[in-house]
């Protein structure tokens, strides 16, 4: 079945920056937007950022805009999120996803595929 693997979570002090691959299998990365989105504990899951099919078009939660950046490798079959200048509210796990959609959506209802999620947090 499809598969999406998220990795290159870790621990990291405030100011620092991680970069985190989701790397799809069994799916034909390039007909999906790919998004990807956080939950940190007793919150609900919050949309984070999302690039369309082919990685021309960008959209990003207000939180975060300036600081991260989605890109996507279709050769590789593998989406990317680069975090830099992260704050302890960044804390949470991010999940990547797959949405059928051109351009993704911001909502987690419309994705079809997910991660299982890897581990940010962010010391300050």
């Known amino acids: 079945q499809v598969q999406l693997v998220e990795s290159g979570g870790g621990l990291v002090q405030a100011g620092g920056s991680l970069r985190l691959s989701c790397a799809a299998s069994r799916l034909t990365f390039s007909a999906y937007a790919m998004g990807w989105f956080r939950q940190a504990p007793g919150k609900e899951r919050e949309f984070v950022a999302k690039i369309s099919r082919g990685g021309r078009t960008t959209y990003y939660s207000d939180s975060v805009k300036g600081r991260f950046t989605i890109s996507r490798d279709n050769a590789k079959n593998t989406a990317y999120l680069q975090m830099n200048s992260l704050k302890p509210e960044d804390t949470a796990v991010y999940y990547c996803?797959?949405?059928?959609?051109?351009?993704?959506?911001?909502?987690?209802?419309?994705?079809?595929?997910w991660g299982q999620g890897t581990q940010v947090t962010v010391s300050s």
């Open positions: 996803a797959a949405d059928a959609d051109v351009y993704g959506s911001t909502r987690p209802e419309a994705y079809d595929y």
